[in-house]
């Protein structure tokens, strides 16, 4: 039976969130962006308002304000995202139980006979689009087709609030005029690659050599042609939280430093996130890797094995031994990652399991008991110590 694929995707995710518990910020230009007070940082997300002046993802404050000076700015809220994302998720999974979750603000649904139950799949997505704007405020666009990577495709066509169909009798059409650099799956250097061989379009990719891919790129050559093709027999597989990989964060420093203090400082803040989210999931992991990149856009990535933990302490403890042992005073760093991998299998933690014999039982106990207060009240009303200092203290 020909499957029928949906993908979800949140339109101007962050700023919509925002907006939603903010309605001032509804119909004027607003982003969410790295900490306007202290950091020269980065657009993160900016509504359609915003948009129109040209202010886009990843340009710094400065550009967008010079292109809209009545811009209005949110720092981000990447906990309270979560939680509107996971609002989001279960809404979506009321409609099929065959559901994966791509990112925070997308994931495809595999709708294949749900017909009688929502209709013919325009039907259903109309419904779905109706659902998530009037019970959670949220614009979305949805994609429809008959695989993954097409209804991804077909998800980026019309934004906000768009429903594009893109079957694979529509790829000549709807596809294969687009250039490779559209194409789900393929990032800035494998374009430069792509065109290097003369390809250009999604089509022309469709029509080159296998045999000349391959030789070029592998396995992944035979995937993206068989993709540019249409091609793409890869279930929709739902997840449960026990297939999390890893958590990481990372952040763009307001300018580019040599001072290993605020390096850690921010460092400190990073495994605090990821100790929450550890939490939060019921993960331990016994691998911390920290990714430092470089004002010349060059980045390392180095890993430390631990005990496994779950603890903003043991993180932030292995990352800044990561980062002392890797220092280098003399290239300034413009950005900072710390991530926890290796999760033990089927690892349920429960506060109550013996805790005497626990390993920081004790310190877990507090730890969690801060991701509740936080819950409640917000990120910022309990922050690791050594963050309450300079700057932060005026908070
Ligand atoms: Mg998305």
């Not at 709708?111 to 749900?114: E, L, R, S, V, W």
């Not at 009240?377 to 200092?389: D, E, F, N, T, Y």
């Given at each position: 039976m020909e499957r029928v694929i949906f993908l979800v995707d949140m339109n101007a995710f962050f700023i919509g969130c925002e907006t939603v518990r903010d309605p001032s910020l509804k119909g004027v230009p607003a982003a969410v962006a790295g900490d306007p007070k202290n950091r020269s940082g980065i657009i993160l997300a900016a509504n359609y308002e915003a948009r129109s002046f040209g202010v886009r993802t990843t340009m710094t404050i400065y550009e967008a304000l010079r292109l809209c000076p009545s811009l209005r700015l949110v720092p981000p809220d990447h906990e309270y995202y979560e939680q509107v994302s996971n609002k989001v998720m279960n809404t979506l999974s009321s409609y099929t139980p065959v559901m994966e979750q791509n990112s925070i603000d997308e994931a495809w649904l595999d709708?294949?006979?749900?017909e009688p139950l929502f209709g013919k799949p325009l039907e259903a997505a109309r419904k779905i689009m109706d659902d998530l704007y009037s019970n959670h405020g949220l614009m979305c666009s949805i994609g429809i087709s008959e695989n993954k990577f097409l209804a991804k495709m077909a998800s980026d066509m019309k934004k906000p609030m768009g429903i594009t169909e893109v079957w694979k009798s529509d790829i000549q059409h709807k596809l294969w005029p687009l250039p490779v650099s559209r194409m789900y799956g393929i990032g800035p250097q494998t374009t430069i690659k792509l065109n290097g061989l003369g390809i250009e379009t999604i089509g022309q990719l469709a029509h080159f050599s296998v045999g000349l891919l391959v030789e070029r790129f592998g396995k992944y050559g035979l995937e993206i042609h068989r993709l540019a093709n249409g091609i793409d027999d890869s279930p929709v597989k739902p997840h449960g939280e026990d297939e999390i990989k890893s958590i990481s964060r990372s952040t763009t420093l307001s300018e580019d430093t040599t001072d290993i203090e605020y390096a850690k400082r921010v460092l400190l803040s990073l495994a605090d996130e990821v100790g929450m989210a550890a939490r939060r999931h019921g993960k331990k992991g016994h691998t911390v890797q920290i990714t430092i990149k470089y004002s010349d856009f060059k980045s390392i990535t180095r890993q430390t094995k631990i005990s496994p933990t779950c603890l903003t302490r043991d993180i932030y403890e292995a990352g800044r031994r990561l980062l002392e042992t890797n220092w280098d005073i003399r290239l300034p760093v413009r950005l900072l990652g710390i991530g926890l991998s290796g999760f033990e299998e089927d690892e349920q933690i429960s506060i109550f399991e013996d805790l005497a014999g626990h390993r920081d039982a004790r310190e877990e106990i507090l730890e969690r008991t801060a991701d509740r207060i936080r819950h409640k009240?917000?990120?910022?009303?309990?922050?690791?110590?050594?963050?309450?200092?300079k700057n932060d203290t005026d908070h």
């Open positions: 709708m294949t006979g749900c009240h917000g990120w910022s009303i309990l922050k690791p110590a050594s963050l309450l200092q």
